[in-house]
């Protein structure tokens, strides 16, 4: 199988732009979790998505918001961007396996977009 | 929410010696602890996870320990070669069925 996706690798924007980040997970994985990555703070959750649906959501501010389609492609979105958005930005699919109640969320990450705010 | 603490930050070894890496976690209804390998530039792998049902899972030189009436769990990394040098997170999936990271421990293998 492939693995996880994202588009673009890099990208540079100034202050007050916005801008939208793209994973494609594995197939057949219908959950798709968004990371911050810095020096400082490590990985941060941004949020998850399955079916569509935002399942959870990280402490971040509302610029930051994304979406899932229903060939389970997911997008992040980030508005008004600050210095401080500079960071890798990971997205991580999943296929949760069951074993009786308990559920275990097991994560691939993709390669990354390194965004860089001027 | 769920809280990650790992230890050490930083951790040097010489080739062939052990390293242990060491993490705590505050849900006590946590079930699922992965361990990931980020290597500069890279993203990061997972190398190891256990489940809560058992104490220990061992794959080659590496290995995991849980304790979970202590709430906290380690990744042995046994006979250390230069390409063991990386950044390793440890994560927990708690009652919210999301990981949450641990800050990370850069390993460095002295040849």
Same mark, same amino acid.
């Given at each position: #199988?492939?693995?996880?996706?994202?588009?673009?690798?890099?990208?540079? #924007?100034?202050? $007050?732009?916005?801008?939208?980040?793209?994973?494609?997970?594995?197939?057949?994985?219908?959950?798709?979790?968004?990371?911050?990555?810095?020096?400082?703070? $490590?990985?941060?959750?941004?949020?998850?998505?399955?079916?569509?649906?935002? @399942?959870?959501? $990280?402490?971040?501010? =509302?610029?930051?918001? $994304? @979406?899932?389609?229903?060939?389970?492609?997911?997008?992040?979105?980030?508005?008004?961007?600050?210095?401080?958005?500079?960071?890798?930005?990971?997205?991580?699919?999943?296929?949760?396996?069951?074993? =009786?109640?308990?559920?275990?969320?097991?994560?691939?990450? =993709?390669?990354?977009? @390194?965004?860089?705010?001027? | 929410?769920?809280?990650?603490?790992?230890?050490?930050?930083?951790?040097?070894?010489?080739?062939?010696?052990?390293? +242990?890496?060491?993490?705590?976690?505050?849900?006590?209804?946590?079930?699922?602890? %992965?361990?990931?390998?980020?290597?500069?530039?890279?993203? %990061?792998?997972?190398? *190891?996870?256990?489940?809560?049902? +058992?104490?220990?899972?061992?794959?080659?030189? *590496?290995?995991?320990?849980?304790?979970?009436?202590?709430?906290?769990?380690?990744?042995?990394?046994?006979?250390?070669? %230069?390409?063991?040098?990386? +950044?390793?997170?440890?994560?927990?999936?708690?009652?919210?069925?999301?990981?949450?990271?641990?800050?990370?421990?850069?390993?460095? +293998?002295? %040849?």
């Amino acid at each position: #199988k492939a693995g996880v996706t994202q588009t673009p690798r890099y990208l540079i #924007k100034t202050r $007050g732009q916005q801008v939208t980040l793209s994973c494609s997970p594995i197939s057949g994985h219908r959950s798709v979790s968004w990371y911050q990555q810095t020096p400082g703070q $490590g990985l941060q959750f941004l949020f998850e998505y399955f079916s569509e649906t935002q @399942r959870n959501k $990280g402490n971040f501010p =509302g610029r930051f918001s $994304g @979406r899932q389609f229903s060939n389970s492609r997911s997008e992040m979105n980030v508005s008004t961007l600050e210095l401080g958005d500079s960071a890798l930005y990971l997205c991580a699919s999943s296929a949760r396996s069951y074993s =009786g109640r308990a559920v275990y969320n097991e994560q691939f990450f =993709g390669p990354g977009t @390194r965004l860089t705010v001027l | 929410g769920e809280n990650v603490e790992q230890h050490p930050s930083t951790l040097s070894v010489q080739e062939g010696d052990s390293a +242990v890496i060491k993490c705590t976690y505050s849900d006590s209804a946590s079930n699922y602890f %992965p361990w990931y390998k980020q290597e500069l530039g890279k993203r %990061p792998q997972l190398i *190891i996870d256990i489940r809560s049902n +058992v104490g220990e899972k061992k794959d080659q030189r *590496i290995a995991v320990t849980l304790n979970k009436t202590a709430k906290h769990f380690s990744l042995h990394i046994t006979e250390t070669q %230069p390409e063991d040098s990386a +950044v390793y997170f440890c994560a927990a999936q708690g009652s919210a069925r999301q990981l949450t990271f641990g800050s990370g421990t850069q390993l460095t +293998v002295l %040849p």
